[in-house]
């Protein structure tokens, strides 16, 4: 059987004050393009496939026609579930209606979907767990006991296995933190002064479990639970990353091969390091200048509006970073040291940043008359 797994699509993310839709929307058009390619027998989607509870109209527009294309147009059954960022309910709107097309979504929480699938070697059992608080999970069990991540997750998993009957392959979809998995910046934390970690243990019966949550494709448990990946690079610790999709095939024995399939982006996340000036001259010949980028300038001296240059040659930077105060702990005693200096004080500062020239006493002169008509109940001293 050959399952195609994704997850933690975030439609509709917000990167840096920037809007990542179009981007998203090259990304999902070149992965129906992988679908048609490969024919699989069912499409994975692990969770967080939007990136809030209350998503905007053009993510909800985007998921619309992505699904569309893959189970109207090209005939294959999608399994999605609900991650931490998604309201389960909103995801699971119609899902009885649509299951009969072949869209199958299991969103409220405490309400796993079982499914049965069948190949020329049998049949495999697919259960689909949506993300549940570990409350949630004790509320709908009516358990009296204190529940962490994996105590719930051990709990509704033993409720699963209680209904799979005799002995199939097997396939869990589910949205956790697994221990051993490496973690990003662009992920929200499942538990607040507590482990939200659960144990490659607690998913033991499974031949494969199609894990969402962290952005790094990996697997754990010899291969057995895996991590897809983002559709995306969503934070500079993702610079690295590989983004891909993973192509699952279970052989008759339950034996479980994965192959990672790149999806190329629209745009890349990249980190440049140098002085302004070597990146403003790199960048009339950088062939990938659209990128989006985060600049490390190596400047020791003040620089002019270095965000408005860099966007000369690099439209798309999306921020920057002065290493000679990240390096000599400068940037955080200075910020503290402006906040105790009154409004001519710091104006003072900034003109001799900026202009190199000191505030003599005509300036001084001047700027108390300006604050005074802007401000005459000397609210600004």
Same mark, same amino acid.
């Given at each position: ?10 439609? &509709? ?14 990304? =999902? ?21 939007? *990136? ?18 893959? %189970?109207?147009?090209? !005939? ?6 609900? &991650?931490?960022? *998604?309201?389960?309910?909103? =995801? ?7 299951? &009969? ?40 069990? !009516? ?17 699963? #296995? ?17 221990? !051993? ?12 002064? !507590?482990?939200?970690? %659960? ?12 894990? &969402? ?22 934070? +500079? ?25 790149? +999806? ?14 070597? =990146? ?30 860099? #966007?000369? =040659? ?55 008359? %300006? +604050? ?10």
């Amino acid at each position: 059987m050959r399952l195609l797994h994704t997850a933690d699509w975030h439609l &509709g993310r917000i990167f840096n004050a920037h809007s990542l839709i179009e981007d998203q929307a090259h990304l =999902l058009r070149e992965f129906v393009a992988r679908v048609r390619d490969i024919k699989p027998d069912a499409v994975l989607i692990a969770g967080d496939v939007y *990136d809030r509870a209350v998503p905007p109209a053009d993510a909800v527009a985007l998921l619309d026609e992505t699904l569309s294309d893959i %189970v109207q147009g090209l !005939g294959v059954p999608v399994v999605m579930i609900a &991650g931490n960022h *998604d309201s389960g309910e909103r =995801l699971g709107f119609g899902a009885k209606l649509l299951a &009969g097309q072949g869209l199958h979504v299991a969103g409220q929480a405490g309400s796993p979907l079982k499914l049965r699938l069948a190949d020329r070697h049998g049949e495999v059992d697919l259960f689909a767990l949506p993300y549940a608080e570990p409350a949630v999970v004790r509320s709908i069990h !009516g358990s009296e006991s204190t529940l962490d991540h994996a105590a719930a997750m051990r709990l509704q998993l033993d409720a699963i #296995r209680g209904r799979s009957g005799r002995a199939r392959r097997s396939v869990l979809l589910a949205h956790a933190f697994v221990s !051993g998995g490496e973690e990003s910046e662009s992920e929200r934390p499942l538990s607040i002064g !507590g482990s939200g970690a %659960v144990p490659a243990e607690v998913f033991k019966g499974f031949d494969y479990v199609a894990l &969402g949550h962290l952005h790094q494709a990996q697997s754990l448990a010899a291969g057995r639970l895996r991590y897809s990946g983002s559709l995306m690079k969503y934070s +500079l610790s993702e610079v690295a990353h590989a983004k891909s999709v993973s192509l699952v095939e279970l052989d008759e024995a339950g034996s479980v091969s994965v192959e990672a399939i790149a +999806l190329p982006p629209r745009r890349d996340l990249r980190v440049l390091e140098g002085s302004l000036a070597e =990146l403003i001259e790199r960048g009339r010949s950088d062939p990938h200048a659209e990128d989006y980028v985060h600049a490390r300038l190596t400047d020791a001296g003040a620089l002019l509006d270095p965000m408005s240059r860099l #966007r000369e =040659l690099y439209p798309n930077a999306l921020s920057l970073e002065r290493l000679v105060l990240a390096r000599s702990g400068e940037g955080s005693a200075r910020r503290e040291a402006l906040r105790q200096l009154d409004t001519s004080a710091l104006f003072a500062s900034f003109l001799s940043d900026v202009a190199d020239e000191e505030m003599d006493d005509a300036r001084r002169a001047a700027f108390a008359e %300006v +604050l005074r008509t802007l401000d005459p109940e000397g609210r600004s001293a």
